[in-house]
């Protein structure tokens, strides 16, 4: 049965604790529907960990292990061995849906160390740009000028002095043959793409842009509003590296994307950069920088790279 | 190949499982997580046109296909997040106060 | 059954092949490095058809291997001093798991400052892990122990993750005859795993691994330990049925009945040495030159450390006057790990013997035949303080 082009089955029960609106749930239920029953998910500590297995109840229905923090990428990676062994090898989905903080910082080298290695699994990070378990402290993903309980805005500080890491590109460059970005707000494409990810053998990669309504300081029911905005605006540009090469899905026009503004302005964790002062000087420089990324991922996509 | 029940152990007069394993069951389910909502999601029938958005954009998976193709939420789960209402497009779905 | 002379990190590269683990992960740290590679090149040339992976660092060596055994395979790892630091966190998460991997740890020296010789501040060091730990004294009981260290952990009643522990160097690295019964034998003695408590299937959904709240952690842990502590029968069962089933080829390196301790001379000893792994080898040399003279010294060997085997060292003491714990660890801040838990065994003891404790060899020095000779002298003649250091 399928809703719009979705399955209907469920393989992530309600009951469990995320908070209201939490865009990872959401992520969670478009993962799961694109793994489907023959699955083994692989979980790091997080968000999702913590909220979905409470002793002695669990959400999921699928076979679920969660090791620690930084190692889901190892753990996939001895499971898909096993299951070589056991002559299942290709024959079982090995997702690992992982936080953006045990994606980018923490677990970065067993990440890269499992794709040398080729080992077939898909890893899905729900990329909600900072430590949201811990009470959003500040990660390798958090973008430039947001400010997070380790990196607050303040009257020497703009929030994050760094730029967002660029882990997709990283993957691409171990040799992955898929690895793409996707957003909750766009859930048939991000559903083809974690389905595709799943298929291409070898290691896979997909950021799956999620929502935290409570770290972004965001109104729950904004949750998808905010997330298409990210995209809209260029800030997440939605694209594909197939065999090394792009594909820019959305935005396409550099020269129309929806003012960065709209996307900052509705958030709290931007809020520093209205109030007291407006600061258009930072604001101006994140919006070049997006039309770049924008100009960039189009040229890589038109000279076959 | 697991026998599940030979897992379980008491201890302190509670049960338990030997490394703490579980059934991948949904159990979750037994928490109505119903009881953490402020506002909550009240749907007009007669605008819904069974798009289904509202079901793919709920975090609890509770919006429920009713056998004449509309959606209906359970309210025993649901937070109240409203993002139901948020992006529904034919604007079916109204947030009201929830009343104690 | 096959008799060669080998280095002992190769004998236990052989266990491992009988063993058969579906999935080997491997990562170099001197001086275990010569196991994964001989582990290597019988995957290289199919005379072992385990999965090998040949992971970025230790710490990844030790999560693989626990995706594998969640999987429903036996794996195998093995490392030394900084690798097994690096896998600390993993340990105990293996073990609260109940996973039963195995592996080697050839013990290190740890840094700073950085050392690659022998001492035994690594596996100690994590001695509440929650994995059940082995000293091996001689290249044989490396080999026996790495068989058996499997049908233990994987027993139902077990279902505890175990390391043996050899001597970096001193025993890693040291040629000695070994007696390798043939596959069929150990076949017999070791058949293929069936995961009991643990397997990631679609058929059969599992959830592993989920958060513990204050509600339940305890009673969970309460469990865990219960089966490390009784862990201790079917070790003596497993060791027993081993003994049986393989005897002694080559005289004098190993004993005849495994056991969770060697005694060796105690029955009229009035001066006991205790101590864990290859440095046996040397205090039993000691002990048969000491009994020429008639002194009537001895040993005790701890073979199995973890659980620790209380009953079995109080009884093979009970009538020794003076004991000398030789450890090759320390706890800073405070007495010695060995020698802490030999005195508190004696505690409630009608006689109490007196309980001396040496720390010797750190940093791979060298403890031989004098300085045990000193050490004995030291405590004969009743001199120097309750712990010493003898470099």
Known sequence: MAILGLPEEEFFSYGHRACAGCGAAIAIRLITKAAGKNSIIVEPTGCMEVTSTPYPETSWKVPWIHGAFENSAAIASGISEALKYLGKADKINIVVIAGDGASYDIGFGHLSGAFERGHNFTYICYDNEAYMNTGIQRSGSTPYAASTTTSPAGKMSIGKAEWKKDITHILAAHGSRYVATASIAYPNDAFRKIKKAIETKGPTFVNLFATCPTGWRVPSEKSIEVARLAVETGVFPLYEIENGKHKLNRPRDPDKLKPIEEYLKIQGRFKHLFKPKKRTDVIEEMQKRVKENIEMLLRYEKYGL | MINFESLKLKVNEKEVTIGAILKSDGSTAKLKTGSWRVRRPVFNFEKCVGCGTCWVFCPEGCIKKREDGKFEPDYDYCKGCGICSEECPVKAIEMVMEER | ?391
């Open chain 3, 1 to 391: 059954m096959k008799k060669d002379v080998i280095e002992a990190s190769h004998a236990i590269a052989e266990a491992v092949k009988l063993v058969k683990p579906g999935v080997v992960a491997a990562y170099p740290i001197t001086p275990q490095t010569h196991i994964v590679e001989r582990i290597s090149e019988f995957v290289a040339n199919g005379e072992l058809k385990s999965e090998y992976i040949r992971v970025e660092s230790e710490f990844s060596a030790i999560s693989a291997c626990l995706g594998a055994s969640a999987t429903g395979v036996r794996t195998y790892t093995s490392t030394s001093a900084q690798g097994l630091a690096l896998m600390f966190e993993i340990l105990y998460i293996v073990a609260g798991m109940r996973l039963p991997v195995c592996m080697t740890v050839a013990n290190r020296a740890m840094s700073a400052p950085i050392n690659i010789w022998n001492d035994h501040q690594d596996s100690i060091g994590v001695r509440d892990c929650g994995w059940i730990q082995f000293y091996a004294e001689t290249a044989q009981e490396a080999f026996d122990l790495t068989i058996m260290q499997y049908k233990i952990s994987e027993d139902k009643r077990v279902l505890t993750p175990s390391m043996v522990c050899i001597d970096g160097f001193t025993l890693s690295h040291l040629y000695e005859p070994v007696a390798m019964p043939g596959e069929e034998e150990i076949d017999a003695f070791l058949p293929e795993y069936t995961p009991y408590h643990a397997i990631l299937d679609p058929e059969e959904p599992l959830t592993l691994g989920p958060i513990g709240f204050p509600s339940h952690y305890m009673e969970l842990k309460k469990t865990q330990v219960d089966a490390i502590d009784n862990s201790i029968n079917v070790i003596k069962e497993v060791f027993h049925e081993f003994s049986k089933k393989f005897k002694v080829e080559i005289p004098g390196n190993r004993p005849e009945n495994y056991d969770v301790i060697e005694s060796y001379k105690l029955d009229d000893a009035e001066i006991a040495f205790v101590a864990l792994g290859s440095i046996c080898g040397t205090i039993k040399e000691f002990v048969d030159d000491l009994r020429k003279s008639d002194e009537k010294v001895g040993l005790l060997k701890v073979i199995c450390y973890r659980p620790f085997p209380m009953e079995d060292i109080l009884n093979s003491l009970k009538n020794v006057e003076k004991i000398i714990v030789l450890e090759k660890t320390v706890s800073p801040g405070a007495e010695p790990p060995l020698y802490t838990e030999l005195r508190s065994l004696f505690y409630e003891a009608l006689e109490k013997p007196e309980i001396r404790g040496f720390i010797v060899g750190l940093g791979g020095k060298d403890v031989n035949f004098e300085k045990i000779k000193k050490i004995y002298d030291m405590v004969k003649k009743g001199k120097g303080k309750k712990v010493e250091w003898v470099f």
